[in-house]
């Protein structure tokens, strides 16, 4: 009996727009809210900049997240974890280098009450000393067990190669910087960069997003600008360091972390949408090439994946893989083999089509719910995109041909373009690796 016909795929779903007030308020601060049915929640993001380049900044930036829920002026550490309790919303504080996030969930009826306590956080925390002294004991370990793991580290030693001293260079704060942070520094950090300007409030749920926007503009009028201008990220290098390898000796290890790495290009440019399919296509998702070749084919490796990194400053694209130390060379080998597949050969229209079926359906996928659609429009307002971004995005992906493939192949996913780190035994895996030109070792 014959197996049954896999059914034709449909057509692609389209991404609506849901109902949608956008407005900014006189110190900045920028609102949209949009109308999200289904359960009576509501999403809050609250992006503001912060990326810096001053020195001890990313530690600094670390532990003012940890602590910024600590306590304000009006309630102790205690009483707003009530409050926010008593909401039934989760709310925390991410940072990375580009923006500290703060994320919460709350019923449609209260989500003004969890406005009113996250415009008391950025008025007014106050970073109690004693809260900041715990908090920083509880960072340094965890910082050191992370460093503990090779991909973390390969991680590390990826960035700091391909940015330098460029903030980005720096992925994690160090155990001594955390040490050096005060409570005093924390509290000026806040006073200089916690600020509206420029700063994004997206709400998406169960609201009339005319009335919601009203709310937080009122709510949020109180919030003062900074005393000096946001600064803007600084440029990214522009390439990567090339021809440039590194291996990085950790004694004894059973597996080597291999990491390869480059520029890429923002969402908003042209060649993005044949980027963004060409790394699919590389290793991007389950029935990449990589996976097909080191994992399912030779077994080298269960985790090859690429991926495409944004920052407000620019992009990268970071391909990485954990392999055991006897198979780093023949790894990477294979790693590089299929960049220059991409950069020689045109994909095939089957597999084109179906890694663009796929880029559509996960981005239609990440916005179907209200905490991914809140969290990708904070993200794309924060580097200048919005909601049409998303809607116009599958009508990209859609004109992209093997010609394109082809093209960001050779400009841009060329091995002479990128860069490449080993973190594993150096005296197990260094000889073999000189098949690739000379290593740096350290």
């Known amino acids: 009996m014959s197996a049954p016909a896999i059914p034709a795929l449909g057509p692609w779903p389209e991404i609506a727009a849901p109902p949608t007030t956008e407005d900014r308020c006189a110190n900045g601060l920028r609102l949209l809210a949009l109308n999200r049915p289904g359960a009576p929640l509501v999403e809050v993001r609250l992006s503001v900049p912060f990326g810096s380049t001053k020195p001890r900044h990313l530690a600094r930036a670390w532990l003012l997240a940890e602590t910024a829920l600590s306590g304000t002026a009006e309630t102790g550490r205690i009483g707003l974890a009530e409050r926010i309790g008593d909401l039934g919303a989760p709310l925390r504080a991410e940072v990375d280098h580009d923006q500290i996030l703060f994320c919460g969930t709350v019923l449609a009826d209260a989500y003004e009450d969890l406005l009113a306590v996250l415009v008391e956080v950025v008025t007014s925390a106050t970073y109690p000393d004693e809260e900041v002294r715990a908090e920083r004991a509880r960072l340094v370990p965890r910082l050191t067990a992370a460093r503990s793991q090779a991909g973390v580290r390969a991680r590390e030693i990826l960035h700091r190669h391909l940015y330098g001293e460029h903030p980005y260079g720096a992925s994690l704060p160090t155990g001594p910087e955390v040490d050096e942070v005060t409570p005093e520094d924390l509290r000026a950090l806040h006073a200089e960069r916690v600020v509206p300007d420029h700063a994004v409030l997206v709400l998406v749920g169960a609201l009339d997003p005319d009335e919601a926007v009203a709310t937080a503009g009122r709510l949020f009028a109180g919030w003062r600008r900074g005393g000096a201008a946001v600064p803007p990220p600084p440029a990214l290098p522009p390439e990567a360091p090339a021809g440039a390898s590194r291996l990085f000796h950790r004694p004894g290890s059973v597996q080597s972390s291999i990491r390869i790495g480059g520029p890429a290009v923002r969402r908003d440019d042209p060649l993005f949408p044949a980027l963004q399919?060409?790394?699919?296509?590389?290793?991007?998702?389950?029935?990449?090439?990589?996976?097909?070749?080191?994992?399912?084919?030779?077994?080298?490796?269960?985790?090859?994946?690429?991926?495409?990194?944004?920052?407000?400053?620019?992009?990268?694209l970071v391909i990485e893989a954990d392999v055991a130390t006897e198979v780093t060379a023949p790894a990477l080998l294979e790693m590089w083999y299929e960049l220059g597949r991409l950069s020689t050969l045109r994909p095939s229209a089957e597999e084109l089509d179906n890694v663009r079926q796929y880029a559509v359906g996960t981005l239609a996928m990440s916005v179907a719910t209200r905490a991914g659609l809140a969290t990708s429009l904070v993200t794309l307002?924060?580097?200048?995109?919005?909601?049409?971004?998303?809607?116009?995005?599958?009508?990209?992906?859609?004109?992209?041909?093997?010609?394109?493939?082809?093209?960001?192949?050779?400009?841009?996913?060329?091995p002479k373009l990128l860069a490449a780190v080993v973190i594993g035994d150096a005296t197990r895996c260094e000889e073999p690796l000189q098949a690739f030109g000379p290593w740096e070792v350290e």
Do not use: C, M, Q
């Open 381 to 414: 307002l924060g580097v200048g995109l919005d909601l049409e971004w998303i809607r116009g995005h599958p009508a990209r992906l859609a004109a992209v041909t093997a010609s394109d493939i082809y093209h960001v192949g050779v400009h841009l996913l060329a």
């Open 277 to 316: 399919l060409a790394n699919l296509i590389y290793g991007g998702y389950f029935s990449s090439r990589l996976v097909a070749n080191i994992r399912e084919d030779k077994g080298y490796t269960y985790t090859p994946r690429s991926r495409i990194l944004h920052n407000v400053a620019g992009s990268t």
